[in-house]
C-alpha cells in the first residue's frame, strides 16, 4: 500500500502548461511518482501531450513519445516487444490517452494490444471530451453535456447519449487488470497504478480527471468536483482482477446528482425532468453494479 | 536460444519469400505485419521461420496496418531494429503513421507489395500506392526480380540505420509479377549479412539518466527546421545509395547500380524509363530493337526518393527523346515519375521531349508489343514528328 508521505519528493513531470485546476496533470504527476524514472511513457494526441512535450521544453524526465493519436496501444505493444527482444527488463510501459483517444480513435489499437497481453499500462484519463481540440463531444460525454459539438439549445438537450463503460469492455478481454479511478482519490488511485505495476502483461485504468474548462467549474474546485461525482455516484472506484470485480468505495447512500451538476457550467441548463433522467440512469447502473458485482 | 546458422544456398523462391529471407538475415529485434494480398505470404514465411525457431525476433500480431506502423515506431523508439510490410489499402491506411516515423527519424524497413488502390477494388499490380506516399519522408526503392527484393531488404537496413541519414526505407516489390513469381535466388549465409550489417546500435537505446522525448510538438518558430534537417538527411542518402550499393557488390557480388541503373544508353537517341519488375521486359525489348539497329536504351530508376535529379539533368543533353512508363495516374495530370523526370530535365536551355506512357494499371500486361510501341513513338519524337505528352498504352479503346 502506498502512503502520501511515502511518496518521492522527485518529480517526473514538472513544469506543464496544462490549465490550472487540471485533473489530468495529478494523474501525471502522481503515476510517475508511483512509477519512478525506468519508466517509458507514450502520449497519443490529447491535451497531456499537448502541455508536456512542446519542444525544446520536455517536462518528463523519463522517455516519452508523443504518437498519433489512434495508436497508443500498438506503441506500447511495439515499445514492450521491443524492450524484451532486446532484453531490457524491469521497466515500466506506460500509455496517458484521453477519453476520445481510448474510447473513440483508439479502442481498435488498444482492444489488440489487451488481447495480445503485452506488458503495459494504459491509463484513460477521462475529461469527459476531446478537451484538446476545444471541448468537442466524445464517446465519454456524458448525457446532457454541454459541449462545443453538442451545443445545448430550444432543439437539443447537449450529449444525447450516455458514456461508453470502457472498465467493462477491459474486463470483456479478460485483462488481467483493469481499475477505475478518480483524481481526487489519490491514495485510491497510486495503489492501483502500483498494482498495474506489478501485473504481468498488461493493466487498464480508467481515471476521472475534472476540467475546469471543459466542464466550467472554479479551477480551485477540482478536488471537491472529484469528489462529488463518487458520492453522487456517476462514477464509482473499482477493480477487476483475478476475474472478479472489487467495488473500492460505496457510498452508503448516493447523493442527489443536481448538486454535482449544478456545480458545472457544462450542466447549467438541465431542467429538474432531465436531472431526474440522469438520477434514474445512475439508479440501473447501480443496480447493475450490486447485481453483477457487489452479491 | 534460436538456431540462426544460415549458411548460403540458392533457393527456388517467389518475390516475398526473398523479401522474407532478407528480413530474416537482417535479424530484426521486432515484426509488427498485418496480411495483406499480395504482401501476405512474407507475413506467413516469417511466422514460419518464428514459429520453427529459425528466427529471433518479437512477432506482434498487429489488428492493423495503422498499427503494424505504431508498433514498429514503438519499437524503434526503445532502440530496436523492427521490420514490417503491407501493400495498397494497408500502406494507405498507415499513411498518417509514415509521416510520424520519418519525422521522428526512425530507421524501420518496411517492404510493400505494389498493388492498385480502390476503387473499382483489384489485388493486382500498380505503383499508385507508394507513388502516393511521395512525400512522406520514406527513402523508396524499386526492386526488379526476387534477387534485388532480398538484396535491397539487406542494404536498406544500412541506408535506414545511417548515423547521416536516420530515415525509414521502403522496398516495392511489384505484386504478383515480382512477389508471386518463382526464381532461383542467392541468399547469403548470415555470417556474411552480420559482417555487412552488424547489430543495431540504435541512437534511440533506452538511457534513463539521459531520458529523451520523441516526435514531440515543434512550434513554427522550430518546426521549419526540422522538416530542411529531414530534406538534408534525405538528400545525403543519395551518396550512401551509391556507397552501401558498391560495398554490397564488392561483397556478394552484386551491384544494382545505386540511383539508376543504365541499359545500353552510351549511344542511344531514346531511352524509355522504367521502374520494377517492367524493367526485365524492357530490356528484352531493347535487344531486339538494337539488331534492327534502332539506336534505344533503357534507363531503370530505382529510387524514387530521394530522386536521382543530377542523373536525368545530364541524361538530357546525351538523347533526343525521353519516355518513362508510369504504372500510377495523377489524376488531372499525368504520371507522378514522368513529372519528376521532366522537372528534372528542364533548364533555362529549353523543356526536354518526353512522353509519360500511362500502363500496367492494375495489373495489365506490359506487353513486350507495347514496349516497342513505346520506343518507336520516342523515334518519331526524335525526328520532329508531333507526339502527344501523355499516353495511355494498352488501353481495351
Redesign the interface.
Known amino acids: 500500500m502506498i502512503k502520501m508521505k511515502d511518496l518521492t519528493d522527485k518529480e517526473y513531470l514538472y513544469g506543464h502548461k496544462a490549465c490550472p485546476g487540471c485533473g489530468m496533470g495529478i494523474v501525471g504527476r502522481l503515476a510517475t511518482k508511483v512509477l519512478g524514472?525506468?519508466t517509458?511513457i507514450?502520449l497519443p494526441a490529447s491535451c497531456m501531450?499537448?502541455v508536456t512535450?512542446?519542444?525544446?521544453q520536455?517536462n518528463?524526465?523519463?522517455?516519452?513519445?508523443?504518437?498519433?493519436f489512434?495508436?497508443t496501444?500498438?506503441?506500447?505493444?511495439?515499445?514492450?516487444?521491443?524492450?524484451?527482444?532486446?532484453g531490457?527488463k524491469d521497466?515500466n510501459v506506460i500509455g496517458f490517452a484521453g477519453d476520445g483517444g481510448t474510447a473513440d480513435i483508439g479502442i481498435?489499437?488498444l482492444?489488440?494490444a489487451v488481447?495480445?497481453g503485452?506488458d503495459f499500462i494504459y491509463v484513460c484519463y477521462d475529461n469527459e471530451a476531446y478537451m484538446n481540440t476545444g471541448i468537442q463531444r466524445s464517446g465519454m460525454t456524458p448525457y446532457g453535456a454541454t459541449t462545443t459539438t453538442t451545443p445545448s439549445g430550444t432543439a437539443s438537450i447537449g450529449e444525447k447519449h450516455f458514456k461508453k463503460n470502457m472498465f467493462e469492455i477491459m474486463i470483456a478481454h479478460r485483462i488481467p487488470y483493469a481499475a477505475t479511478a478518480c483524481s481526487s482519490y489519490t491514495t485510491d488511485f497510486m495503489n492501483k497504478i502500483e498494482k498495474a505495476k506489478n501485473i504481468k502483461g498488461p493493466a487498464y485504468i480508467h481515471v476521472m480527471a475534472p476540467c475546469p474548462t471543459g466542464w466550467g467549474f472554479p479551477s480551485e474546485l477540482t478536488v471537491e468536483i472529484g469528489k462529488m461525482i463518487v458520492e453522487c455516484g456517476l462514477w464509482y472506484l473499482a477493480e477487476y482482477e483475478n476475474g472478479k470485480v472489487k467495488m473500492n468505495l460505496v457510498p452508503k447512500t448516493l447523493k442527489p446528482v443536481k448538486d454535482y451538476l449544478m456545480a458545472q457550467k457544462r450542466f447549467k441548463h438541465l431542467k429538474d425532468e432531465d436531472i431526474k433522467a440522469i438520477e434514474e440512469h445512475r439508479d440501473s447502473e447501480w443496480e447493475l453494479i450490486r447485481e453483477n458485482w457487489m452479491k | 536460444m534460436t538456431n540462426q546458422n544460415i549458411v548460403s544456398s540458392r533457393e527456388f523462391l517467389n518475390g516475398d519469400e526473398a523479401v522474407a529471407y532478407g528480413a530474416r538475415l537482417c535479424r530484426p529485434n521486432v515484426v509488427s505485419v498485418y496480411p495483406i494480398t499480395p504482401q501476405t505470404i512474407v507475413v506467413e514465411k516469417i511466422s514460419e521461420f518464428v514459429a520453427n525457431n529459425s528466427m529471433d525476433c518479437e512477432y506482434v500480431h498487429v489488428e492493423s496496418e495503422h498499427s503494424a506502423m505504431a508498433a514498429a515506431m514503438g519499437a524503434s523508439m526503445v532502440g530496436a531494429r523492427a521490420f514490417t510490410a503491407t501493400s495498397s489499402q494497408g500502406l494507405a491506411y498507415m499513411h498518417e503513421m509514415l509521416h510520424y516515423v520519418s519525422g521522428s527519424r526512425f530507421p524501420i524497413v518496411m517492404m510493400n507489395a505494389n498493388r492498385t488502390l480502390a476503387a473499382p477494388w483489384n489485388i493486382f499490380g500498380d505503383q499508385r500506392d507508394s507513388m502516393a506516399q511521395r512525400d512522406t519522408g520514406w527513402i523508396q526503392v524499386y526492386v526488379e526480380n526476387g534477387q534485388e527484393s532480398l538484396d535491397m531488404i539487406i542494404q536498406a537496413y544500412r541506408l535506414a540505420e545511417h548515423e547521416g541519414i536516420y530515415l525509414p526505407v521502403m522496398v516495392n516489390l511489384d505484386g504478383f509479377v515480382n512477389t508471386h513469381t518463382y526464381e532461383l535466388v542467392s541468399i547469403p549465409s548470415q555470417k556474411e549479412v552480420d559482417e555487412f550489417l552488424p547489430a543495431f546500435a540504435s541512437k534511440n537505446a533506452v538511457d534513463f539518466n539521459n531520458p529523451r522525448s520523441y516526435c514531440m510538438s515543434a512550434s513554427t518558430e522550430w518546426n521549419m527546421e526540422f522538416r530542411y534537417q529531414q530534406h538534408e538527411a534525405m538528400m545525403n542518402a543519395k551518396k550512401v545509395i551509391e556507397s552501401v550499393d558498391k560495398e554490397f557488390g564488392d561483397k556478394f557480388g552484386r551491384y544494382h547500380g545505386g540511383m539508376v541503373k543504365e541499359y545500353k544508353c552510351d549511344d542511344a537517341e531514346v531511352v524509355l524509363v522504367t521502374t520494377g519488375s517492367v524493367s526485365g521486359t524492357s530490356r528484352l525489348v531493347v535487344d531486339s530493337m538494337r539488331e534492327k539497329g534502332l539506336k534505344v536504351g533503357l534507363v531503370k530508376l530505382r529510387f524514387f526518393r530521394p530522386f536521382p535529379v543530377e542523373y536525368f539533368k545530364g541524361l538530357k543533353s546525351r538523347v533526343k527523346a525521353v519516355g518513362v512508363i508510369d504504372r500510377n495516374l495523377s489524376f488531372g495530370y499525368e504520371g507522378a515519375v514522368g513529372s519528376e523526370v521532366k522537372s528534372a530535365m528542364y533548364d533555362s536551355c529549353g523543356s526536354p521531349k518526353v512522353i509519360d506512357f500511362i500502363a500496367g494499371i492494375a495489373g495489365r500486361d506490359i506487353k513486350k508489343k507495347d514496349i516497342e510501341l513505346m520506343y518507336n513513338k520516342l523515334l518519331n519524337l526524335s525526328k520532329g514528328q508531333k507526339e502527344e505528352e501523355l499516353q495511355f498504352i494498352g488501353m481495351r479503346w
Open positions: 524514472e525506468k517509458i507514450a501531450s499537448t512535450t512542446q519542444y525544446p520536455m518528463y524526465s523519463v522517455p516519452s513519445m508523443t504518437m498519433a489512434p495508436g496501444g500498438a506503441v506500447l505493444s511495439g515499445m514492450s516487444a521491443g524492450l524484451k527482444s532486446l531490457v521497466v481498435q489499437a482492444s489488440g488481447e495480445r503485452d
